[in-house]
């Protein structure tokens, strides 16, 4: 450690400094952001980091626009369809309120590398400061610990499934979802106080960040170690060793499927449905360990200690191992929180028939509306046309402008019989009521 001050990157004037300064000054990496990397007032010392340079501009103006844009678009699907009344399990829940800060946490990505990112205006470094950097976490955070006790209660269900039944509800998870969210949010205060906007030496309409001095005191560097411990190696022990028992059991309850006597349809159907959730939870847990693995050693210190070797620790953090390990780190977390929609929709069967049934209700709906037009506007102009129903045939002639457009509404309606089951959810019970 250098007995001198240290700066941020953003207090120096070498361009070389710029690009990684407005990358790397706001990375998010599982939820906390990394330190950027700082320099000596009395060293002069320019890194070879080129390389890191191309990386981090891939990464940052096409591969995570490209993967936000697609996250945002699945985790809105995701919320469509896991509220949907056939879907009212606990653990359907837990999945919305993942796929809520997921999808928070991708916004705010995406408009910080859309929007904000190498802009100079103050409203977009002040959203960088006081508005990306603090919620980004809180939403990421969330997500984290949404996924843990999912897993715990995933456990309990699979080792205690009479106690778990009736203890483990809807409403509780509703409850514990606000619970975590709140948590995080205060424990997520301190990231508030890391950046200022200062305006730019010599200028009248740029500004730029600027590290505060609780950023560089000893009280944010013991925080920054809680936040390593609560949001990477603590979830990543439960959710190893949770997940761990949980394909166990998996591959145990296959085998006695085959020999247990199941008292009736009701239980087989309970009884499937717990193993169809639990499976999906194994594939979020797999695909979450493999994203925040990077990210839990990608922490300053942390990659310090096992990568750094015998050279300063400023330097090692401009190097291009560190700085590309933080780029790949970032690429990987965007991913997490993009990729639960495949998972749903490779191994869940209920959730792809109920998102079926959703799009097929929207694409009903639309014909009728579009039907329902068509019907006033040959009204209107006299003209005499067939209107066919999609679940009768039925024809309606009419030659005249005597009928009230109220009248026509009516009888358009009685074509139309809702709240009826359609094909595809009779179809989903009964292959589950036939799965033994």
């Given amino acids: 450690m250098l007995n001198t001050t240290l700066t941020s990157p953003l207090d120096t004037v070498t361009p070389l400094y710029q690009f990684i300064s407005e990358a790397n000054d706001t990375h998010h990496v599982m939820g906390n952001f990394t330190t950027p990397s700082m320099v000596s007032n009395e060293t002069v010392w320019v890194p070879d980091i080129a390389l890191?340079?191309?990386?981090?501009?891939?990464?940052?103006k096409y591969i995570g626009p490209t993967i936000c844009a697609i996250g945002i678009l699945c985790n809105i699907m995701n919320l469509l369809v896991l509220t949907q009344r056939q879907l009212k399990e606990s653990p359907y829940t837990y999945l919305t309120g993942l796929a809520l800060t997921d999808l928070g946490a991708l916004t705010f990505s995406f408009i910080f590398m859309v929007g904000s990112y190498q802009r100079k205006e103050y409203f977009w470094k002040f959203y960088d400061a006081y508005i990306y950097l603090p919620l980004v976490n809180v939403c990421t955070n969330s997500s984290v610990w949404i996924t843990v006790v999912l897993t715990i209660e995933r456990f309990l269900f699979v080792r205690y499934p009479l106690w778990a039944k009736a203890m483990c509800d809807r409403a509780s998870a509703k409850m514990k979802n606000a619970l975590i969210i709140s948590i995080m949010f205060v424990i997520n205060i301190p990231h508030f106080l890391l950046l200022r906007v200062e305006?730019?030496?010599?200028?009248?309409?740029?500004?730029?960040?600027?590290?505060?001095?609780?950023?560089?005191?000893?009280h944010y560097y013991r925080i920054r170690w809680f936040y390593s411990i609560i949001i990477h190696f603590v979830p990543l022990i439960i959710l190893s060793t949770a997940n761990a028992y949980l394909v166990y059991a998996v591959m145990r309850a296959r085998k006695e499927r085959e020999i247990l006597q199941i008292r009736n349809n009701k239980e087989a159907t309970w009884y499937r449905e717990q193993v169809r959730l639990t499976v999906t939870l194994i594939s979020i847990v797999c695909l979450f360990i493999v994203c925040i693995i990077p990210s839990a050693f990608s922490n300053k210190r942390i990659a310090y200690a096992l990568f750094g070797g015998n050279q300063p620790l400023n330097q090692f953090a401009l190097s291009n191992f560190y700085l590309i390990?933080?780029?790949?780190?970032?690429?990987?977390?965007?991913?997490?929180?993009?990729?639960?929609?495949?998972?749903?929709?490779?191994?869940?069967?209920?959730?792809?028939?109920?998102?079926?049934?959703m799009v097929q209700r929207w694409i009903k709906n639309l014909r009728r509306r579009n039907g329902n037009v068509l019907l006033l506007v040959n009204f209107k102009s006299g003209h005499s046309i067939t209107r066919n129903s999609s679940s009768q045939t039925n024809s309606i002639?009419?030659?005249?402008?005597?009928?009230?457009?109220?009248?026509?509404?009516?009888?358009?309606?009685?074509?139309?019989?809702?709240n009826h089951k359609t094909a595809l959810i009779e179809d989903c019970e009964k292959e589950t009521e036939n799965e033994t």
């Avoid at 305006?199 to 000893?218: G, K, L």
């Avoid at 009928?403 to 019989?417: A, V």
């Fill in 52 to 60: 890191a340079l191309k990386v981090g501009k891939i990464c940052y």
């Fill in 199 to 218: 305006p730019i030496a010599n200028t009248t309409d740029q500004y730029t960040r600027v590290s505060t001095d609780f950023r560089h005191s000893e």
């Fill in 325 to 357: 390990l933080q780029y790949v780190a970032n690429v990987l977390v965007w991913c997490n929180l993009s990729l639960n929609f495949v998972f749903y929709c490779a191994i869940n069967k209920k959730f792809r028939y109920v998102m079926r049934w």
């Fill in 397 to 418: 002639t009419m030659t005249s402008k005597t009928n009230p457009p109220d009248l026509l509404l009516k009888m358009d309606r009685s074509n139309h019989n809702g």
